[in-house]
C-alpha cells in the first residue's frame, strides 16, 4: 500500500466506524443520536459534518453546543473534532475570533452556543451539528431559531449528539415523524475498547446499576424519580428567560465532605422585587480548594452579591479561610455568613420545594446537572452539593422575604425561551 493509499484509509470513516454511527439513508430531517458517555457521539457528529461538506452538496453548516467554549473546545479543537478528523488535503480553516470554519472546498462552519438564542436567529443553513442538546441552558429557544434557519437546500438535515435527559424537547424529537435513530447498540459500553482503563475501573464500575448510570451510561431516558421532592414538570412550569431587578443576591457554598472528588456546590441565587427567588448561575466545580474558592469569589464579583453563604459542616473555618484568602488575591471584599446544618437534608429541603410549588421560585434558564440532582435525589441517597447550595441560597433569601406566597411574579418574566 502507497502512502497515499494508507493516508486516504487511515480518513475513510466508512471502514472504522461501527455501523450504528455510519448516517442513515432515507429522507430524514433529525439523526438523533442519544447515547452514552464515551460512546463516540462526537466522533460520529463530526464525520457527518465532514462527509456533508466534502459531497460538494452543502455549504453552510451550524455548529452549536452547550456553550461556546464548548464548540471550540470540543466540536472544532477537541480530540475528535473537525479538525482532528479532517486529512491534511480537506482540513478546514478555523477563525476563532469570526467563529468561523472554512472548508478548501468553499464551505463554511458557523459556531453558535446553545446559552445565546439569539445568535440563531437570522442565519441560514444547509446542515446542523447540534451537541449534547439536552444541557443548553436555553434549549427550547436555541433549537426554534436553528431550525427557522435550517432552510437551505433541497434536504437540509441535523445531527444531534447527547447524553440523553427526560426534557420535553428531547421527548418530542423522538416522537417526531422526521426523526430517526438507533434503537440498540446505544450504551457506553460499545466503545469500550477505546476508553481508558480508568474509565472503567472508576466511572462503569461505580455507576453501573444505579440510576445515574442508566442515564449516562446506558442512555436511558428516566422519568422523574417518585419519591423525589422536585418533578420536572413544575420546574419547566416556573422557569423564565429573564429576571426582574434583584433587591438582594447570595452566593451559596457547600464544599465536598469528603477527598474523593465530589464536587462543591457553588450557586447565585436573588430575590426579585415581587418577592420571589431566582436562581441564575450554577458554577459548581470539582476541584481543590483553591480552585472553588475563587470560583465563589469570581461569582461573587459578576453578580454584584451582597453575600457569601457556606455551609461549614465538613470544613469549620477552613471554609471561610479558603474564600476570604481568593478573595484577599483578587482585591475583593466580601461578606460572608457560614451557616451549619443542623437538621437532616430532607427537613431543610422540604419547605424550599414547597416554595418551588407556591410559584415563589424560578429558574432562569436551564440547568442540566442541577435539575438532575433535584428532581433525582431522596433521602439516604448520596448527598448532591449542587442540591444543599440551592437549599441554604434560598433559605437565605426566602425565609426573610415578607411577600405573601399568594403574590404572582411580574408576568413580563415568567415566559420561557
Not at 440498540?184 to 481508558?196: F, G, M, P
Amino acid at each position: 500500500m502507497s502512502p497515499e493509499e494508507a493516508a486516504a484509509l487511515y480518513y475513510a470513516w466508512e471502514v472504522w466506524a461501527r455501523p450504528e454511527q455510519l448516517a442513515p439513508s432515507g429522507a430524514w430531517y433529525c439523526w438523533l443520536l442519544l447515547a452514552g458517555r464515551g460512546w463516540g457521539k462526537t466522533r460520529t457528529g463530526a464525520e457527518w459534518v465532514r462527509s456533508r461538506v466534502e459531497s460538494g452538496h452543502y455549504g453552510r453548516i451550524a455548529l452549536v453546543g452547550e456553550t461556546a467554549a464548548d464548540v471550540r473546545d470540543v466540536l472544532v479543537e477537541g480530540e475528535s473534532g473537525l479538525l482532528a478528523i479532517s486529512p491534511p488535503w480537506g482540513r478546514p480553516l478555523y477563525e476563532p475570533s469570526k467563529r468561523r470554519l472554512t472548508w478548501p472546498n468553499g464551505a463554511i462552519g458557523t459556531c453558535y452556543s446553545g446559552d445565546d438564542p439569539d445568535q440563531l436567529r437570522g442565519p441560514q443553513h444547509d446542515t446542523a451539528w447540534a451537541d449534547e442538546l439536552a444541557k443548553w441552558r436555553y434549549h427550547q429557544a436555541a433549537w426554534d431559531n436553528l431550525e427557522m434557519g435550517l432552510r437551505l437546500g433541497p434536504a437540509p438535515q441535523v445531527c444531534v449528539t447527547t447524553t440523553p435527559r427526560p426534557i420535553d424537547l428531547i421527548k418530542t424529537l423522538k416522537n417526531d415523524a422526521g426523526t430517526v435513530r438507533p434503537e440498540a447498540n446505544i450504551d457506553t459500553y460499545q466503545n469500550i475498547a477505546n476508553v481508558s482503563p480508568v474509565f472503567i475501573k472508576r466511572v462503569l464500575r461505580r455507576y453501573e446499576g444505579t440510576r445515574l448510570g442508566r442515564q449516562e451510561l446506558r442512555a436511558e431516558i428516566l422519568d422523574d424519580n417518585p419519591d423525589a421532592l422536585w418533578k420536572r414538570e413544575l420546574l419547566d412550569y416556573v422557569r423564565c428567560a429573564a429576571m426582574p431587578p434583584l433587591v438582594r443576591v447570595v452566593i451559596a457554598v457547600d464544599p465536598s465532605g469528603s477527598s474523593n472528588g465530589a464536587e462543591c456546590g457553588i450557586i447565585a441565587a436573588g430575590l426579585g422585587e415581587d418577592g420571589h427567588g431566582y436562581v441564575f448561575d450554577d458554577r459548581s466545580l470539582q476541584g481543590s480548594p483553591a480552585q472553588w474558592g475563587k470560583a465563589v469569589v469570581s461569582a461573587y464579583t459578576v453578580h454584584h452579591a451582597d453575600r457569601v453563604v457556606a455551609e461549614v459542616n465538613y470544613g469549620g473555618e477552613m471554609v471561610e479561610s479558603v474564600v476570604r484568602s481568593a478573595a484577599i488575591a483578587d482585591g475583593v471584599r466580601i461578606a460572608y455568613k457560614a451557616v451549619r446544618a443542623s437538621r437532616g437534608k430532607y427537613v431543610r429541603a422540604e419547605p424550599i420545594a414547597a416554595l418551588y410549588e407556591q410559584k415563589r421560585v424560578h429558574h432562569v434558564g436551564f440547568f442540566a446537572k442541577l435539575e438532575d440532582e433535584l428532581c433525582q435525589w431522596t433521602p439516604g441517597s448520596a448527598s448532591p452539593n449542587r442540591l444543599d447550595a440551592l437549599v441554604w441560597a434560598l433559605t437565605e433569601l426566602m425565609e426573610r422575604s415578607p411577600v405573601d406566597s399568594t403574590v404572582p411574579p411580574s408576568q413580563s418574566y415568567v415566559a420561557y425561551g
